[in-house]
């Protein structure tokens, strides 16, 4: 039922930076957990970041990206941000938004609603 719409990919090189945004449809973006995934070409789809839909908005990130990468909300727009710091070619992939649930405390966008995803390329 919520649209999404990312935006900020491009190609950047080895340590640079990228700020992915995603604006939701609807106001009640708010309820919902959100997720960034990424696929890259001949590889398997990877769950990078989450964050919960509660006032204190945990955060959950995968091993390859934590302390690299920021997932963050601003509920008043309805958007979602995933900064992207000391980026690595090995984060080239497409970057998808997605809104979703938490299954046995594991987020998973499967159910829920996907966005058309952004491209990342990071080369020298």
């Known amino acids: 039922q919520v649209q999404l719409v990312e935006s900020g990919g491009g190609l950047v090189q080895p340590g640079g930076s990228l700020r992915l945004s995603c604006v939701a449809s609807r106001t009640i973006f708010t309820i919902y957990a959100m997720g960034w995934y990424r696929q890259a070409p001949g590889k398997q789809r990877e769950l990078v970041a989450d964050?919960?839909?509660?006032?204190?908005?945990?955060?959950t990130y995968a091993d390859s990206v934590k302390g690299r990468f920021t997932i963050s909300r601003d509920n008043a727009k309805n958007t979602l941000y995933l900064q992207m710091n000391s980026l690595k070619p090995e984060d080239t992939a497409v970057y998808y938004c997605t809104q979703g649930a938490y299954y046995s405390g594991r987020y998973s966008g499967e159910f829920g609603s996907w966005g058309q995803g952004t491209q990342v390329t990071v080369s020298p």
């Open positions: 964050i919960s839909s509660g006032s204190g908005g945990r955060t």
